[in-house]
T-cell receptor
Framework: KNQVEQSPQSLIILEGKNCTLQ??????????LRWYKQDTGRGPVSLTI?????NTKSNGRYTATLDADTKQSSLHITASQLSDSASYIC????????????FGQGTELSVKP | DAGVIQSPRHEVTEMGQEVTLRCKPI?????LFWYRQTMMRGLELLIY????????DSGMPEDRFSAKMPNASFSTLKIQPSEPRDSAVYFC???????????FGPGTRLTVL
């Protein structure tokens, strides 16, 4: 069964600190992996999209890495800000799956002053 | 572009009533997706359309749910009759191409009493 698992489930950090969120997936064959940010009460917003040939992709203070061999991805947030408090969702798409995405349960990040 | 537009933003109804959720995708996008999000199950794909044609409705929970896309700028998700377990946030998303970024609407929070 195709699955996407994220860790930790929740995380509290102090403003200005860095953090790393993890994602493991079993989707095969794999097409691409996305990280979404979802603020409370809003729809998810895409941060990065990586294909199997990409190892890293950055979007401002967000850097995603991908190891297609081990089926692992991470999202690193640098110099966290209060506005980074949100749920971060790892999403995987398989080959020949059309637009179907498989979502992780998300990591709830809370940045405290 | 105003992004994906959903209405209503909040809906409270009583069990047994018909509920219709509406979505206007981003102009020019050829894929439209309906998702449901709950605390227990996270984000789940219900159905998606390509060029107004339903491609995969395997995520639709039961016959009480139906979705239509009469034209490229409008889609509806209908629940009839509604049940308390249908309470969730329903998101509409659109994309240009199946593997490109999906843009989510703000969601409709449905409460069935």
């Amino acid at each position: 069964k195709n699955q996407v698992e994220q860790s930790p489930q929740s995380l509290i950090i102090l403003e200005g600190k860095n953090c790393t969120l993890q994602c493991n997936y079993t989707v095969s064959p794999f097409s691409n992996l996305r990280w979404y940010k979802q603020d409370t009460g809003r729809g998810p917003v895409s941060l990065t999209i990586m294909t199997f040939s990409e190892n890293t992709k950055s979007n401002g203070r967000y850097t995603a890495t991908l190891d297609a061999d081990t089926k692992q991805s991470s999202l690193h947030i640098t110099a966290s800000q209060l506005s980074d408090s949100a749920s971060y969702i790892c999403v995987v798409s398989g080959v020949n799956q059309g637009g179907k995405l498989i979502f992780g349960q998300g990591t709830e990040l809370s940045v405290k002053p | 572009d105003a992004g994906v537009i959903q209405s209503p933003r909040h809906e409270v109804t009583e069990m047994g009533q018909e509920v219709t959720l509406r979505c206007k995708p981003i102009s020019g996008h050829d894929y439209l997706f309906w998702y449901r999000q709950t605390m227990m199950r996270g984000l789940e794909l219900l159905i998606y359309f390509n060029n107004n044609v339903p491609i995969d409705d395997s995520g639709m929970p039961e016959d009480r749910f139906s979705a239509k896309m009469p034209n490229a700028s409008f889609s509806t998700l209908k629940i009839q009759p509604s049940e308390p377990r249908d309470s969730a946030v329903y998101f509409c998303a659109s994309s240009y191409g199946s593997y490109n970024e999906q843009f989510f609407g703000p969601g409709t929070r449905l409460t069935v009493l």
